[in-house]
């Protein structure tokens, strides 16, 4: 993806439940954009990352999560809402199987509770429970989304996102009502729909045309109104992509 979409990726490490439950995750996500704002408004351009002051074009960020990656971008955008990033112009968001989840089971979670080998609804619900906040429940904003107490989402100004879900994914209907929420609010969503495909598809090899197809997708979702800008004494600057995985 780095090379295709002429992209600069920076990827996230960021502390893991159950020792630093959410909002650990997310606090450390938005630390780091923080850190990468001080990167692009610093005077002293000896101090930044060589890379990011050589390479990266800080007005066309993207920030991509995959599974419970996505579940960060998500609430990182929200709260990147409330506050001034700039130098930094964030050009898109995009969600692969967001690991959403809430105490009903959805259609698909009981369709695929005994078939699916990667993340079968039960261990699902382990993970929450290592994850959330004590004494939260699977409908806690954090997990459902739809449960925001923030603002409406049409009040918020959000950059355009593409969401991609797998047919084979347990998770995929709790997918299709964030798509449905966020359209519904009037955001620019665009749903990728892979029929086949399970959650992390990815990664497994047996899946790697639906990989292929992602990449093309990505690439054009990033590409679009890419305008290159010259720089005096690096190489053609290119885009800077946040990655949580």
Known sequence: MAQK??????????????????PTAYNDCFDFLKWLQS?????????????????????RCFWFGESAGANIVHHIALRATTEDLRP???????????????EERTASEIELEH????IPPALCDEFWKFSLPH?????HPYSNPLNEVL????????????????GLDPLRDHQFA?????????????LLFFRDAQHSFPLMA????YADMLLKCLVKFMQRRSKPTETSGCRRRISACMNAC
């Open 5 to 22: 979409a002429n992209t600069l990726v920076v990827s996230i490490d960021y502390r893991l439940a159950p020792e630093h439950r959410l």
């Open 39 to 59: 990167q692009a408004s610093e005077e002293d351009r000896s101090t930044v990352d060589p890379w990011l002051d050589c390479y990266a074009d800080f007005s």
């Open 88 to 102: 930094l112009q964030v050009k898109g968001l995009v969600l692969s199987q967001p690991f959403f989840g809430s």
């Open 115 to 118: 078939d699916e080998p990667i």
């Open 135 to 139: 004494g939260a429940s699977r409908d």
């Open 151 to 166: 603002p409406p989402l049409s009040k918020l100004d959000l950059p355009r996102m593409l969401v991609v879900v797998g």
């Open 178 to 190: 964030y798509v449905s929420h966020v359209h519904e609010a009037g955001k620019n969503v665009k």
């Open 206 to 209: 047996d899946q790697s045309m």
